[in-house]
């Protein structure tokens, strides 16, 4: 297996894990206000898959995010992707809508690392904003690592209304 088939495995994975956090939270749960200071289960889902599109595609590659190259905010009735919805600012969006550019999000990477050879996962990318920038390969560990963790904090949110996080 080489990094590229591995970088596709973690991703799938953490994919998976999101997906199987999301597959049964009822309807009533998706947008209520946790106690503390989290967000709501399905606008932590939403952020995890925003910013996977903004780290992939325009971080890594230079590219539109998939949000903004689909036309995604006037389809879903939000002016800003969902990487930039921050604490209060979680308005529900209908999910079903929403799932057309998860999949779109998660395709689009998929392509992206089975692109990648040996060498691209060395190269250096500048992290906007920053005084500092990362390999290829760090950034794309953050992204798995970043939607696995939104995975346990869905599940752990389910726990909190009284479900069960994971079927595992």
Known sequence: ???????????????????????????????????GNSNPIAAVYCHAVGVEDLYVQQVLQGKPTVWEAGGWGAKLGRERPPNEWGAGEA?????????????????????????????????????PGRDWSMTVAQLLTLVVSHGTAHA?????????????????
């Open 1 to 35: 297996m080489d990094a590229s088939e591995a970088f596709l495995t973690l991703l799938r994975d953490s994919h998976s894990m999101l997906n199987t956090a999301m597959a049964d939270v009822p309807k009533e749960q998706l947008w209520r206000q946790p106690p």
């Open 91 to 127: 308005q529900p969006i209908d999910l079903d809508a929403f799932l057309p550019y998860r999949r779109a999000v998660y395709s689009a990477s998929e392509l992206f690392i089975a692109s990648l050879g040996p060498a691209d996962f060395e190269r250096a990318v500048q992290f």
């Open 152 to 168: 346990g904090e869905v599940a752990a949110l389910k726990g909190v209304y009284g479900g069960k996080g994971l079927p595992y």
